[in-house]
């Protein structure tokens, strides 16, 4: 069954100091099971909606921004409240044109399914993968098939990209 989600998408952080907006659809949603997720998110994974870089516009506040090392090596960024420390999105440097939009910010969360998992070698060992997963034990080389995957659950409509993507 194929959702339907209309644009733009809106979230924000914990306590409100920072709000967004996305004007084009998300590229794909996957879980990452790396350490770094796991400590950012303070959970088993993180739940990344994969967005172009320019589509993101905050509309209340301003973000701060951290680095640091990601586990495959890579110079990582995250705009995160400076008043609660809620991450929004991160980025790498230098840039691939995408963000990794922390969809627990969204306010609707309920359509965002993960179209796959990485990282699934630091994953905690009780977490249950579903038969059919698409599964990376470290980065992916290839997002394609989590990409088709989350491209045919869901379709989004209104704002001024949905209908050129």
């Not at 509309?59 to 640091?68: A, C, F, L, S």
């Amino acid at each position: 069954m194929t959702q339907k989600v209309t644009l733009p998408l809106t979230g924000g952080c914990q306590c409100g100091a920072l709000r967004y907006r996305v004007t084009s659809p998300p590229v794909m949603s996957y879980a990452c099971h790396c350490t770094n997720c796991q400590c950012i998110s303070g959970s088993a994974f993180g739940l990344v909606a994969g967005i172009k870089e320019g589509s993101l516009e905050f509309t209340t506040g301003k973000p701060e921004r951290v680095t640091w090392q990601s586990d495959a090596g890579n110079e990582r960024y995250g705009s995160y409240c400076v008043a609660c420390g809620c991450r929004i999105a991160h980025g790498q440097t230098p840039s691939i044109g995408l963000l990794s939009l922390r969809a627990g910010t969204l306010d609707d969360r309920s359509w965002i399914v993960p179209a796959g998992h990485t990282w699934t070698r630091s994953a905690q060992p009780w977490f249950q993968f579903e038969d059919d997963a698409i599964l990376w034990k470290e980065q992916p080389t290839d997002y394609v098939p989590i990409i088709q995957r989350f491209q045919a659950s869901v379709t989004f409509e209104g704002g001024p990209q949905a209908d050129a993507e």
